[in-house]
């Protein structure tokens, strides 16, 4: 199994960015946290962009090649017909993560043009919601 873990724009700066809300942990922990969890069991990629053509192309790449995606769209998540035209395009597999609990936070951040075209959404659980995720694409 190859998967893709993408993250959009400004999870470069998990670690300094607002801690209270993201989280202490940087991108390349979680990244070595999810590599040691998934072992042998899937080829994991990472990447992180901050332009949305950027994940869009990325999206497509991946989905045609029949790779699942661990997606963070971050900002994007709330604007971006583009990515979810992507995901719907190439026929990617897609779980919609978020580190923190989208819906408890602003109105701006409730909605999701993401969600409708994904195979799922975990929200909430800080770095945990990647771990789930990988273990949702990997269930039989
Ligand atoms: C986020 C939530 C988004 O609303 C926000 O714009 C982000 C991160 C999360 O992981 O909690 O950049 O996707």
Avoid at 9 to 34: F, Q, S, V, W
């Amino acid at each position: 199994t190859q998967i893709l873990v993408l993250n959009g724009p400004n999870l470069n700066l998990l670690g300094r960015r607002e801690p209270g809300i993201y989280g202490a942990k940087t991108l390349d922990d979680i990244e070595h946290e999810l590599r040691e969890r998934a072992g042998g069991r899937a080829e994991l990629a990472f990447q992180q962009r901050n332009g949305e053509g950027e994940l869009v192309t990325l999206v497509q790449e991946a989905g045609l090649a029949g790779h699942g995606i661990i997606l963070n769209a971050g900002a994007y998540t709330h604007t971006s017909v583009a990515i979810r035209d992507a995901i719907k395009g190439s026929g990617a597999t897609v779980i919609e993560v978020h580190l923190s609990n989208v819906h408890a936070r602003e109105d701006f951040r409730h909605h999701s043009y993401l969600s409708p075209v994904c195979r799922g959404v975990i929200a909430g659980f800080g770095d945990l919601s990647y771990h789930l995720a990988l273990e949702a694409l990997l269930a039989p």
